[in-house]
């Protein structure tokens, strides 16, 4: 029997984050045997099948495995590779769950103040979170982008006027640009394309948001927001290992 007429009882995923799901369901049956090492991984289109999702989500989920190093693609085929890396469930599922924490903080806090910001700004403030997100490039390097991107929106939370909430949110920025694990998740080898990925997509979204801002709308100010922190956790989560 082939293995892509094999069924490993694989369990339907229903909630937001699909691909990191398909990704740790994969893992655990390579991780217990139940795909060995050097077995060839059922095809996007039995796994998609199997798992009742779009092959999208099974095809970033496969990235995923390959960017840990546990998949090796030879041509067109997925296999286990011959020799397995030290992959902890522990490892992965605990960092992940902090930035699962640390987004859903920031949607509480940051895109009411991005709101506040767009209504409250000065024109001199306007214009500084403009010229900040002039500065950001698609193919910027990590260590140039990560104190751009924290000083461009720890401006914008100045912006916003109420300085209580500025120094809340600057703690948790704390939390999200000085943590050792998202700092080695981010400049880990394994991760180096779905990082560039994030640096690129941050980069227009940006943009957006500074420009929403500088405008003075407030409520496009807080949708461009919600949809740059989704997708940055979107990534970090699903892409990331």
């Not at 500074?210 to 989560?237: F, K, P, Q």
């Amino acid at each position: 029997m082939s293995t892509t007429d094999t069924t490993f009882g694989f369990a339907p995923v229903t909630r937001e984050t699909l691909s990191s799901q398909i990704r740790e369901q994969l893992l655990q049956r390579i991780t217990d045997g139940t795909l060995a090492p050097g077995a060839r991984v059922p095809s996007e289109r039995d796994l998609s099948d199997q798992f009742g999702v779009a092959r999208t989500s099974v095809r970033e989920a496969m990235q995923g495995l390959i960017s840990m190093g546990v998949v090796e693609r030879r041509g067109n085929r997925s296999y286990v590779v011959e020799h397995l890396p030290d992959v902890s469930f522990d490892r992965i599922d605990g960092r992940k769950e902090f930035v699962r924490q640390l987004f859903e903080t920031r949607r509480l806090l940051e895109l009411p103040m991005i709101g506040l910001a767009a209504e409250r700004a000065t024109d001199e403030q306007r214009a500084e979170i403009r010229e900040l997100a002039a500065e950001f490039r698609a193919d910027m390097e990590l260590e140039r982008f990560r104190p751009l991107d924290h000083h461009f929106h720890s401006v914008i939370a100045r912006a916003c006027g109420n300085p209580l909430l500025v120094e809340v949110h600057g703690k948790v920025m704390t939390r999200l640009f000085h943590s050792d694990e998202i700092g080695q998740m981010l400049s880990s080898d394994l991760n180096r394309d779905a990082v560039d990925t994030i640096v690129a997509d941050a980069t227009a979204q940006h943009a957006e948001l500074a420009r929403a801002i500088a405008d003075g709308d407030a409520d496009a100010a807080m949708a461009r927001g919600t949809e740059h922190l989704a997708a940055v956790e979107r990534s970090m989560i699903d892409r990331l290992v």
